[in-house]
């Protein structure tokens, strides 16, 4: 048993949070895929706790309270039982007999250990750091949440009522486990925002949000965001947290996405358009998964703040941005309505599970000026007066609205959305234009014509 | 002489095809990973410096800034000038 804490004793000798949870890591590491068992095989489910007790006891004595021992011969107990489920349903998997209760079991025993560390940390037993290692043990909770709900979903297969609701018959039993991890991290949660340590160092204060990104996490998948706007709230409302900057840059860069994305489904752009940027800016460079992940809500983003589209560069770094968004991208920019309608479409599915679809639409409006604004620029020049030289040549902006339509019309004419388009729908589409303020001027309905600004007809074109 | 013309050609839609093949397997496996769900992956470091946020080679332009105006021989400018042209004489 010695032999197997010695990993223990240095993680702990370090003061490194993330060196103990390497040693509670239920996942073998690939440099030693026989870790797990090798520990597993050093006791049994009878003798666990006494063994343990009596190899921390022998060698920590001197250097550590009572309580502490107690407290860690605890934890490693319970991550004993943990690892005793986790090799007991690996056999079976090998076997082929892996059922619906192995999966469960692990997620018990790990439910165990999490309540045994938030146990000791509450009552002040465990060193203040140890609430980073209660962090990577949520987090596995998490997963194995989610494997246990797979599972029981699989072994039960969806039995449908015969009456309307069936849809709510098939859905609540299948997130049990992990509504019950979401109650855990919320206990987590409350027991680091709520520490009354003055001394900031040794805070429990510092786990928020690497603890609130759990909870964001869990939420999303249980689809109930709006309950991740309550932990937005009640960090907001906490005035003695450290400042973000101090924070480690996965716990921010993580808390920014997830911010940014809630502000984004409130339809709060400018809010979820800074902390995009943020979560983009200090992203770890070689995470590009996350990196697409923050630009798939950036890109949409944008287009609502600024009107702007991604630039061809960024695309090219990330070929599924690019799958996802270049067709789109390309027709707004061309101001080709039946390629952006078409891309839309063919789009629709992907673009509605990762909730942009809606903000994506409306970007129709930006094909459309961009459409317009190929009307103004190919109405050329006003004729130059005597005495003016080329650098004083301005562009006609007196645009009969006959030729709005015809460019309309050119545009839809394509397939799937050529529908009839009729001066007067022209005439508010423009009015719309201008409302909006992607157009500056005024229609003059007398003489047909749509009468622009000499200067900056289309704000922030260039033209 | 014709077999000769023709088995160039024949090639040169073999390739295309397999090329398509190849842009559409391509296109598959890049949509493959967005297909999951939009979960922020586990980062593999905790913490990082902030010369390790900057992308190697990086991205200096992110948004598109230009206007191809220039851009007039592009067949929808053609097109649209020729029917606003059609306009015009009408009128």
């Given at each position: 048993m010695q032999d197997a804490l010695a990993e223990f004793y240095t993680a702990y000798a370090s003061g490194s949070a993330v060196a103990v949870a390497h040693f509670l890591n239920p996942i073998s590491p690939p440099q030693n895929p026989g870790r797990l068992y090798d520990f597993w095989r050093t006791t049994n489910e009878v003798r666990v706790g006494g063994d343990v007790q009596y190899a921390l006891e022998s060698r920590l004595r001197r250097h550590m309270s009572p309580n502490e021992i107690n407290a860690w011969v605890d934890v490693i107990s319970a991550y004993w039982r943990g690892v005793d489920k986790i090799v007991k349903a690996e056999q079976a998997e090998n076997q082929g007999?892996?059922?619906?209760r192995q999966a469960i079991d692990v997620y018990d025993a790990w439910k165990d250990l999490t309540s045994t560390f938030i146990k000791y940390i509450s009552n002040g037993a465990?060193?203040?750091?140890?609430v980073f290692t209660l962090y990577f043990t949520a987090n596995h909770l998490r997963k194995f949440a989610l494997k246990a709900d797979e599972q029981m979903a699989k072994a039960k297969p969806v039995t449908f009522s015969s009456g309307f609701q069936d849809d709510i018959v098939s859905t609540t039993p299948r997130n049990e486990k992990l509504e019950e991890a979401a109650r855990v991290f919320n206990r987590i949660f409350a027991l680091c925002l709520g520490?009354?340590?003055?001394e900031l160092m040794s805070s429990?204060?510092?786990?928020v949000y690497c603890i609130a990104n759990l909870q964001f996490k869990t939420y999303f998948k249980l689809k109930?965001?709006?309950?991740s706007k309550n932990v937005v709230k009640s960090i907001a409302a906490q005035?003695?947290?450290?400042?973000?900057?101090?924070?480690?840059a996965s716990h921010r860069v993580t808390y920014m996405y997830y911010v940014g994305v809630i502000s984004f489904l409130q339809e709060d752009y400018t809010m979820a358009e800074a902390s995009l940027t943020e979560a983009w800016n200090s992203?770890?460079?070689?995470?590009s998964k996350n990196q697409e992940l923050i630009m798939s809500y950036l890109i949409p983003c944008r287009l609502i703040t600024e009107h702007k589209i991604p630039s061809a560069q960024l695309l090219n770094q990330f070929p599924h941005l690019r799958s996802l968004f270049g067709d789109l991208m390309d027709s707004i920019k061309k101001g080709d309505l039946s390629g952006f309608d078409k891309a839309l479409t063919e789009g629709e599915p992907e673009f509605v599970k990762r909730r942009i679809f809606l903000t994506l639409e409306r970007s129709r409006d930006i094909a459309l000026r961009n459409l317009f604004r190929k009307v103004f620029l190919s109405a050329g020049y006003e004729d130059l007066k005597e005495g003016q030289t080329e650098n004083d040549r301005i562009r006609k902006s007196r645009i009969p609205i006959s030729h709005f339509a015809a460019a309309l019309r050119m545009s839809t004419a394509?397939?799937?959305?050529?529908q009839v388009v009729d001066d007067d729908e022209v005439e508010c589409l423009l009015a719309n234009m201008i409302y909006k303020g992607h157009m500056k001027g005024y229609i003059s309905r007398d003489h047909g014509m749509v009468v622009l600004n000499k200067k900056g007809a289309f704000p922030k074109t260039g033209v | 002489m014709s077999g000769a013309t023709q088995a160039p050609t024949k090639s040169t839609d073999d390739k295309s095809k397999t090329v398509d093949a190849e842009n559409s397997e391509n296109k598959k496996a890049a949509v493959a990973p967005l297909e999951e769900d939009d979960e922020f992956e586990d980062f593999p470091v905790e913490d990082w410096t902030e010369e390790e946020s900057q992308i190697p080679?990086?991205?200096?332009?992110?948004?598109?800034?230009?206007?191809?105006?220039?851009?007039?021989?592009?067949d929808f400018a053609v097109q649209l000038r020729e029917e606003l042209k059609k306009l015009g004489n009408s009128k």
């Open positions: 007999k892996l059922a619906e465990l060193p203040h750091w140890a520490d009354r340590n003055p429990r204060k510092w786990g109930t965001i709006s309950l005035s003695d947290l450290p400042q973000f900057h101090l924070y480690p992203c770890y460079a070689y995470s394509g397939t799937g959305s050529s | 080679g990086g991205t200096t332009h992110l948004w598109e800034e230009s206007w191809d105006d220039d851009d007039t021989s592009e």
